[in-house]
C-alpha cells in the first residue's frame, strides 16, 4: 500500500513538474527536438559552451551575455556562419539564446542547426534577462560589464512611452516636434497587404532607418525636440529606448503597436 502510495505521489510529481515547464515554457511542446537548457547547467559549463545571440544586432548592442557570438537566426548564411564557429561534429555544445521563453528564435536557431547535422545544440530559454538579473557580472548592457541591473527599462517603463494613433497624431500638432518612421525603406510600400508596411497618415514625417537613427541621437541631433516615433508593429522602439535614455532624451513617445496600431485605428494610406 505505501508503495502504490509513493508511485502516485512521484507520478503526480512528475505531472505538476511538465505543466509548470509547459507554463513557463509555452514554445517547449511546439519544438519537441530542441533540447533546452537551464540557467543553472549553463552557468556551470559557462566556459566550455559555445554562447550564440540569435537576435538583430541592435538587440544584441543594447544587451547580450559576456563572451556570446552573434550569428543572427534570420540571416541566409546563419548555418554557415555557424559552422565557422564550430564544426558540425565538434563536442564543444551550443546553446542559442534570445530574448525569454516567449521567444522562438532560439528555438528555430536550434531546431535548423540540428536538422543541419550540428551536435551538441541546446537552447536556452530563461533568456537574456533572467540571464543578467541572476549574473550580471556575465552580461554586457549598452557595452558595459558588470551589466548595470539599475538601467534596463522595464515593460511598465516602456509601456508609460507609448501612445494610441489617436494620441500621438495630436500630440504631433505641438510645435517644435519630429515625427520619426524608423523602418527600413523595403517596409515602406503602400501597394502592400501588410498593414504594418503601409504609409501613414500624417504630415512631414522624417523616415530615418534605426542605424541612422543612432547616429543621428549620439550627435545629440534632436536634443532640443519632442520626437515622436514609431517602427512597423511597435517591438524595436523598446530598443532604441535604451538609447535615448542613455543619450538623456526624455522628450519623446512611441506609437503603440507602430504603423500596425496606425492601420488598426485606420490611419495609414
Known sequence: MKFK???VTLALLLSSSCLYAQAEFPLRTKYPEVKPISMEDLAKNYNETEI??????MEFDVIHIAGAKHIQVTELAFLENLEKLRSKAGAKPIAF????????????AAEQATKAGFK????FDAGIFEWVEAYPERGVLLGETPANKSKIISE??????????AQFKERAKQPNTIIIDTRDPFQRAAATDLPQNKIVD???IRNIPMDRMLTLLKKREFADKQLLIFDAVGKQVQWLQYHLEAYGY??????????????????VK
Not at 52 to 57: A, E, Q
Not at 97 to 108: D, E, F, L, V
Not at 156 to 165: E, G, N, T, V, W
Request: net charge positive.
Open 202 to 204: 500624417l504630415s512631414n
Open 250 to 267: 526624455k522628450n519623446y513617445n512611441f506609437m503603440d503597436k507602430g504603423v500596425l496600431g496606425a492601420a488598426n485605428a485606420g490611419g
Open 97 to 108: 539564446y534570445c530574448n525569454g521563453h516567449s521567444c522562438a528564435k532560439s528555438y528555430k
Open 156 to 165: 511598465a517603463d516602456l509601456k508609460k512611452k507609448m501612445l494610441s494613433f
Open 52 to 57: 550564440v545571440d540569435v537576435r538583430s544586432k
Open 5 to 7: 502510495t509513493a508511485v
Open 120 to 123: 551538441n545544440v541546446y537552447c
